[in-house]
């Protein structure tokens, strides 16, 4: 069995043997409200489970896995309301966008996908303050019943100003780091059971540093288990990076390098941050996930084509 790479109208679509694993929508028709961007929706283990919600009523501006920033100087690129100092959530004119520029690279080979693609990030009254080249990366250990997503992300400021990217903890509330590259699990993985290092639990690891952290859910019907694992790259700014992670009231996963210290960008400065998911039928208990950790760190360490 082999990988393929097909493009369609505004989407990448990537399937091994014939059962697809992600799609890549690089040109959303999502509203200004949302701030739209890229995403990756639906995700499937090799044995065909869905991992990823879209656009959940309670946070409709939740994408699969997407790399979402939602305090960015004063534009929100994360969706929806802003948390501030002063007023806690509201709603602000700020949503920007990520805007599609070019694929610069479209490969598939049998056995690994790669992509690269430049976009402009546009505030919403439409300056655009970051130019990024994007990287992914697709490969299959069919043996482990896993594959690995690669992500990562070379964000310029070509705005003429320092631009601050904080989080709502940045801000002044607690335990509430988010932004980067973040996953919404499906429903039934409410509940679900994360992994970090060599420990076991849930919402008591919000926050915690680690280089890598695993959640594995359990699906509706069947009742089969899938696992992802995040890994944070070693050559990460801040690494081993501080993890926004919830198992209750819903799922969901996020290496948040922002999470409590802002990072100021200079102009015609760049922030580079790589990670890896690998997305795996089943669960595979602590000492499992480990192994999946590796898998992630060894795709970290292959060679990038541009």
Known sequence: ???????????????????????????????????????????????????????????????????????????????????????????????????????????????????????HWLTEPGETWFREQRRLGVTVAADQGAWTLTFGTELTNVSDREIVIGSPTTEGRDNAGYGGLFWRGPRSFTGGRVYCGDREGGDELMGVRAPWMGFTGRHDGHGRWSTLVFVDAEDNPDHPVQWFVRSEPFACLCPAPFFATEVPVAPGATVSLRYAVVIADGDPGLTGAADLAALGHAALKAPEDD
């Open 1 to 119: 069995m082999t990988l393929r790479l097909d493009k369609q109208p505004g989407a990448l679509d990537v399937a091994f043997g014939g059962q697809p694993l992600l799609r890549y929508v690089y040109q959303p028709d999502d509203p200004q409200l949302e701030s739209p961007r890229p995403y990756l929706y639906p995700l499937h283990t090799l044995g065909g489970d869905p991992v990823s919600l879209f656009r959940p009523h309670d946070h409709v501006w939740h994408r699969g896995i997407a790399f979402s920033l939602p305090n960015v100087g004063p534009a929100n690129f994360w969706g929806g309301v802003t948390y501030t100092r002063a007023q806690g959530y509201v709603q602000l004119p700020n949503n920007g966008s990520q805007r599609h520029h070019v694929f610069t690279r479209l490969d598939a080979q049998a056995d690994a996908v790669g992509v690269t693609e430049r976009l």
